[in-house]
C-alpha cells in the first residue's frame, strides 16, 4: 500500500491530487491494472469531476453546504455532524483503471480529496494492482 499526505487549506476544500497519484503509478511500471484510492477518515471524500473549471467544485460546495449546513440541528455535538454527512454522501473510494503505465480519466476529469473539517493534514491510500 502507499499513502500519500494532503495538507488542506480550508474547512471544505477541495484538492486535486491526480499528480500524485499518477506519478505513483507511473513508477510501478504496470501494463495494465486498477489503482484502487481510499481515504481512512470520516469527515472528508474522494471523487472525481471536472478539473478545467474551477466554478464547477465551487456549485458542489455551495450546494452541498445548503443541502447539509455546519449549523444544522445534530445529534453529533462536535460541531462537525455536517462533515460526517458531506463525507458519507461523497463517499470514500475511488477505482481507476490503468493501461499502459497511466490513470485512465476522461479528458475533463481530475481525481479530488474532499476536505469536509479542515484544516487538517489528511492521508490517502493506494492500492495498485497489476492484472497482468
Ligand atoms: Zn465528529
Known sequence: ????????????????ITNQIEQIVKNKNIKSGLC?????????GLTINENADPSVRKDIIEKLS???????????TEGNADSHIKSSIIGHSLTVFIENNSLQLGTWQGIYLCEFDGPRTRQVWLKIISSI
Open 1 to 16: 500500500m502507499e499513502k500519500i499526505d494532503i495538507q488542506t487549506r480550508k474547512r471544505i476544500d477541495f484538492i486535486e
Open 36 to 44: 484502487f484510492i481510499f481515504v481512512p477518515h470520516t469527515t472528508c
Open 66 to 76: 445548503q443541502l447539509i449546513p455546519e449549523n444544522g440541528n445534530y445529534s453529533h
